[in-house]
């Protein structure tokens, strides 16, 4: 076994591989960028070493220096953990060159999977379905629209390089191929240094199931079952579950038998992930094969109680696979919900920012929580936008699911927008406790899922209670900002101990609240709300508020800030922006103004000043975590002016165009005739 190895990575992976290896006394090197400095896995790592600039590219992507810092710190093996290099052959490569172990295959088995078109062509001739499609070397702009013809509609065209849902577009027109052919190209190039596609038939309604293999040096080669990863958006992965539910024995024996004879195949070493489309008649298959550890693997280490990282050290020192197939148990079920900083209401758009405040579930033998993120860390535009892995086990999918469903309200974050109470609503819903699952779960349940959030009574009195114990006692000391519907700043003579009321509004989802309060008798507070009166009194401890509204009590987990209150209710969350916070935003935004919707870098401006264009004619393309965004016109109109250029990078709620919709007038024809 290995003294000391180095971990190739960041974030929450970088933090897994840091605790096994300290279990088992392997001392652990870190390497960091500019934006990671302050991390969580530089603190946890014995040593840590300084790479360079934020961009993958200036730092987490240089093998040089990588191989460099490995030698410099004595470090026998790299762990190259999943994203940035762990699919790039140039790393073992490098390290075979310098007797450095690679903890994961060889660079030819990543060459040979690495190549979604050429994993294909492998695949065939080991008896592999595989779905129709073009998978070839010719990739001009002219060859892959009649290829794209050829195989039909609808097809999926996808960034033969790489994985993760980056370079992949849904096409299903005609008028549609030429424009996401280019977007797949860029996105790809971005994402893998690659922008190499292939085109493939569309399976409609298919469920996305994987294997789990593992391969020793001595070529003998495991199964650990399989996981369902069908619940994505933007084609990426956003709950998993391990084993996939309502497969026969003889479709799981048989895609674990497949996805063994992928790896012979290609004479695999180590931790390695093959990916199987499966419709409606459990019919598989082959998509691609991950020469790495998946995000996702901490479902199938629940079930059969196994370390894959421990196995991943264990295998690359040499040693044969701890356990046969017959050995592998799978007990109960579990789920995996990650947790990330983006906006579901806006088409899950990455969200970046300081996370103010984060309370987390009670972790135990049937809650684990994987993350490298603590509050007050900031989410980078830089970087994958995942915050956490939730994981929850149950003796069955019914148990796992309310565990789930139960550790995500206790999940709570503010600061930035993130994904946690649409998590809520997957686990939480019918269809999906149900088993009906496929890859199109969340657009054929969208009116569901994204149902709108309306606060009760109750909530509005909470936050209206908060509202005044900020400006009354929690943040007067701390000089509450200058506000117009402050008592605090009123030259009225108001005061909360006198009996006069006061009258503020609160602004939830663009819609503006009334209340007017006044002082009551034994520490009450009087509302006025919606022509009712509310007598209120309130505790607060910690970060937990509780109330009793007329005699009824209630309870809310709550943050508090300057600009607004965040109240985290089972099953919803909701967001009250105080006046003078709202009142600022209006100021900054110029009536007819586009602004960025997340802050990223300006791939291409689409459009120039005084150009007319039509509603939903492209205007800007914006990058974020290596994905893109299209700003579209709202309706008919002119631009008027654009202020950004190809190349810059932009703030969420820049003014990036000045926009005149059309306005038309119509007379009113006074021809009686």
Same mark, same amino acid.
């Given at each position: 076994?290995?003294?000391?190895?180095?971990?190739?990575?960041?974030?929450?992976?970088?933090?897994? !591989?840091?605790?096994?290896?300290?279990?088992?006394?392997?001392?652990?090197?870190?390497?960091?960028? /500019?934006?990671?400095?302050?991390?969580?896995? @530089? *603190?946890?790592?014995?040593?840590?070493?300084?790479?360079?600039? $934020?961009?993958?590219?200036?730092?987490?992507?240089?093998?040089?220096?990588?191989?460099?810092?490995?030698?410099?710190?004595?470090?026998?093996?790299?762990?190259?953990?999943?994203?940035?290099?762990?699919?790039?052959?140039?790393?073992?490569?490098?390290?075979?060159?310098?007797?450095?172990?690679?903890?994961?295959?060889?660079?030819?088995?990543?060459?040979?999977?690495?190549?979604?078109?050429?994993?294909?062509?492998?695949?065939?001739?080991?008896?592999?379905?595989?779905?129709?499609?073009?998978?070839?070397?010719?990739?001009?702009?002219?060859?892959?629209?009649?290829?794209?013809?050829?195989?039909?509609?609808?097809?999926?065209?996808?960034? +033969?390089?790489?994985?993760?849902?980056?370079?992949?577009?849904?096409?299903?027109?005609?008028?549609?191929?030429?424009?996401?052919?280019?977007?797949?190209?860029?996105?790809? #190039?971005?994402?893998?240094?690659? *922008?190499?596609?292939?085109?493939?038939?569309?399976?409609?309604?298919?469920?996305?199931? *994987?294997?789990?293999?593992?391969?020793?040096?001595?070529?003998?080669?495991?199964?650990?079952?399989?996981?369902?990863?069908?619940?994505?958006?933007?084609?990426?992965?956003?709950?998993?579950?391990?084993?996939?539910?309502?497969?026969?024995?003889?479709?799981?024996?048989?895609?674990?038998?497949?996805?063994?004879?992928?790896?012979?195949?290609?004479?695999?070493?180590?931790?390695?992930? %093959?990916?199987?489309?499966?419709?409606?008649?459990?019919?598989?298959?082959?998509?691609?094969?991950?020469?790495?550890?998946?995000? &996702?693997?901490?479902?199938?280490?629940?079930?059969?109680?196994?370390?894959?990282?421990?196995?991943?050290?264990?295998?690359?020192?040499?040693?044969?696979?701890?356990?046969?197939?017959?050995?592998?148990?799978?007990?109960?079920?579990?789920? *995996?919900?990650?947790?990330?900083?983006?906006?579901?209401?806006?088409?899950?758009?990455?969200?970046?920012?300081?996370?103010?405040?984060? $309370?987390?579930?009670?972790? +135990?033998?049937? @809650?684990?929580?994987?993350?490298?993120?603590?509050?007050?860390?900031?989410?980078?535009?830089?970087?994958?936008?995942?915050?956490?892995?939730?994981?929850?086990?149950?003796?069955?999918?019914?148990?796992?699911?309310?565990?789930?469903?139960?550790?995500?309200?206790?999940?709570? !974050?503010?600061?930035?927008?993130?994904?946690?109470?649409?998590?809520?609503?997957?686990?939480?819903?019918?269809?999906?406790?149900?088993?009906?699952?496929?890859?199109?779960?969340?657009?054929?349940?969208?009116?569901?899922?994204?149902?709108?959030?309306?606060?009760?009574?109750?909530?509005?009195?909470?936050?209206?209670?908060?509202?005044?114990?900020?400006?009354?006692?929690?943040?007067?000391?701390?000089?509450?900002?200058?506000?117009?519907?402050?008592?605090?700043?009123?030259?009225?003579?108001?005061?909360?101990?006198?009996?006069?009321?006061?009258?503020?509004?609160?602004?939830?989802?663009?819609?503006?609240?009334?209340?007017?309060?006044?002082?009551?008798?034994?520490?009450?507070?009087?509302? %006025?709300? /919606?022509?009712?009166?509310?007598?209120?009194? =309130?505790?607060?401890?910690?970060?937990?508020?509780?109330?009793?509204?007329?005699?009824?009590?209630?309870?809310?987990?709550?943050?508090?800030?300057?600009?607004?209150?965040?109240?985290?209710?089972?099953?919803?969350?909701? @967001?009250?922006?105080?006046?003078?916070?709202?009142?600022? =935003?209006?100021?900054?935004?110029?009536?007819?103004? #586009?602004?960025?919707?997340?802050?990223?870098?300006?791939? +291409?401006?689409?459009?120039?000043?005084?150009?007319?264009?039509?509603?939903? $004619?492209?205007?800007?393309?914006? &990058?974020?975590?290596?994905? &893109?965004?299209?700003?579209?016109?709202?309706?008919?109109?002119?631009?008027?002016?654009?202020?950004?250029?190809?190349?810059?990078? %932009?703030?969420?709620?820049?003014?990036? !165009?000045?926009?005149?919709?059309?306005?038309?007038?119509?007379?009113?024809?006074?021809?009686?005739?």
């Amino acid at each position: 076994m290995f003294d000391k190895i180095l971990v190739a990575n960041r974030g929450e992976i970088a933090c897994r !591989i840091i605790n096994t290896a300290s279990r088992l006394g392997i001392k652990t090197v870190a390497v960091y960028s /500019d934006a990671d400095r302050n991390a969580l896995f @530089v *603190e946890l790592a014995d040593e840590a070493y300084y790479l360079g600039g $934020a961009e993958p590219s200036e730092s987490y992507l240089k093998v040089d220096k990588i191989i460099e810092i490995a030698k410099i710190s004595g470090a026998q093996a790299i762990h190259p953990g999943y994203g940035f290099l762990s699919e790039n052959p140039a790393l073992p490569t490098q390290c075979e060159k310098n007797h450095i172990t690679f903890i994961g295959p060889s660079a030819s088995s990543i060459e040979a999977m690495g190549s979604k078109s050429q994993s294909k062509l492998i695949m065939s001739k080991a008896g592999v379905p595989l779905i129709p499609g073009y998978h070839g070397d010719d990739q001009s702009l002219d060859t892959l629209i009649n290829a794209s013809l050829e195989v039909g509609f609808p097809q999926l065209v996808k960034a +033969s390089a790489g994985g993760g849902g980056k370079g992949m577009r849904i096409v299903r027109s005609k008028d549609q191929v030429e424009q996401s052919i280019k977007a797949a190209q860029r996105e790809a #190039l971005s994402s893998f240094g690659d *922008e190499k596609l292939l085109i493939e038939k569309y399976i409609e309604q298919p469920r996305h199931i *994987e294997v789990q293999i593992f391969c020793d040096q001595a070529g003998q080669g495991v199964y650990l079952y399989d996981r369902d990863c069908s619940i994505q958006r933007r084609h990426q992965k956003i709950i998993e579950e391990a084993p996939a539910p309502g497969l026969s024995d003889k479709t799981r024996q048989l895609m674990g038998e497949a996805a063994l004879n992928c790896a012979k195949a290609i004479n695999y070493v180590g931790a390695g992930t %093959v990916e199987f489309l499966l419709d409606k008649n459990q019919t598989f298959y082959f998509m691609e094969m991950n020469t790495r550890l998946q995000v &996702e693997h901490p479902v199938t280490e629940m079930i059969t109680q196994v370390d894959l990282v421990e196995w991943q050290l264990k295998i690359a020192s040499g040693e044969p696979l701890p356990l046969t197939q017959q050995a592998i148990p799978c007990i109960g079920h579990a789920f *995996e919900s990650r947790i990330y900083a983006e906006s579901p209401a806006n088409d899950f758009l990455p969200a970046t920012g300081k996370i103010r405040y984060m $309370a987390q579930p009670e972790v +135990s033998s049937d @809650v684990r929580l994987d993350t490298g993120i603590r509050e007050n860390d900031a989410i980078s535009v830089f970087y994958d936008p995942m915050i956490a892995k939730l994981i929850t086990w149950g003796d069955s999918r019914q148990s796992a699911a309310r565990k789930m469903n139960l550790a995500l309200n206790n999940f709570h !974050i503010a600061g930035i927008d993130t994904n946690c109470d649409f998590l809520k609503r997957v686990t939480s819903h019918k269809a999906f406790l149900e088993q009906d699952i496929t890859t199109e779960f969340i657009e054929a349940h969208r009116d569901s899922l994204f149902e709108s959030v309306l606060p009760t009574v109750d909530d509005l009195l909470t936050a209206a209670t908060l509202y005044i114990y900020s400006i009354t006692e929690h943040l007067s000391d701390s000089g509450y900002p200058n506000n117009p519907y402050s008592p605090w700043d009123n030259t009225d003579f108001w005061n909360l101990n006198g009996t006069q009321a006061h009258t503020f509004s609160l602004n939830y989802e663009n819609t503006s609240y009334a209340f007017q309060v006044s002082k009551g008798q034994s520490e009450q507070l009087s509302f %006025v709300y /919606d022509g009712k009166t509310y007598q209120v009194t =309130y505790s607060i401890n910690a970060n937990k508020i509780t109330t009793l509204i007329d005699g009824t009590k209630t309870s809310s987990e709550f943050f508090l800030s300057q600009e607004q209150v965040n109240l985290f209710k089972q099953g919803y969350s909701l @967001v009250f922006t105080f006046p003078i916070a709202k009142q600022h =935003y209006e100021e900054q935004q110029p009536e007819g103004s #586009l602004v960025a919707p997340i802050h990223g870098k300006i791939v +291409s401006v689409e459009t120039d000043a005084g150009i007319q264009v039509e509603k939903g $004619a492209p205007l800007i393309i914006i &990058e974020a975590m290596k994905m &893109e965004h299209t700003i579209t016109a709202p309706e008919p109109g002119t631009v008027n002016a654009v202020y950004c250029s190809a190349g810059d990078i %932009v703030d969420a709620d820049q003014q990036l !165009i000045e926009f005149e919709p059309l306005t038309t007038t119509c007379e009113a024809d006074s021809d009686d005739s």
